[in-house]
């Protein structure tokens, strides 16, 4: 059974740093293209980055170039999102998912249950 499951998420003043995991189970890392995405209150799910190790690549969207960072763990099958300088706008539920890569949610077939991300003074 394909499992996905989110942790890392919390409170941190704006500045702050967090790092999300994602671990994996059922599947390879390699296999797949795991992405993250993020829903803010209010707000359609958003793609913030994805990973798709076959070819190497890597995608940020504009609003977190620069400040988030993604990478892997082959040897335990997590993908991670280190979060640096935290703006109020990145509160959001953010979730990690697995597919094809991109930005459309529809490629991705296996989701987790989100972690809460919530940046405040």
């Known amino acids: 059974e394909v499992q996905l499951v989110e942790s890392g998420g919390g409170l941190v003043q704006p500045g702050g740093s967090l790092r999300l995991s994602c671990a994996l189970s059922g599947f390879t890392l390699g296999d797949r293209a795991i992405a993250w995405f993020r829903r803010a209150p209010g707000k359609e799910r958003e793609g913030v980055s994805f990973?798709?190790?076959?070819?190497?690549?890597?995608v940020y969207a504009e609003s977190v170039k620069g400040r988030f960072t993604i990478s892997t763990n082959s040897a335990m099958n997590t993908v991670y999102l280190q979060m640096n300088n935290l703006k109020p706008e990145d509160t959001a539920v953010y979730y990690c998912?697995?597919?094809?890569?991109?930005?459309?949610?529809?490629?991705?077939?296996?989701w987790g249950q989100g972690t809460q991300v919530t940046v405040s003074s």
């Open positions: 990973i798709r190790p076959i070819d190497d690549t890597i």
């Open positions: 998912a697995a597919g094809i890569g991109g930005w459309v949610e529809a490629w991705y077939a296996h």
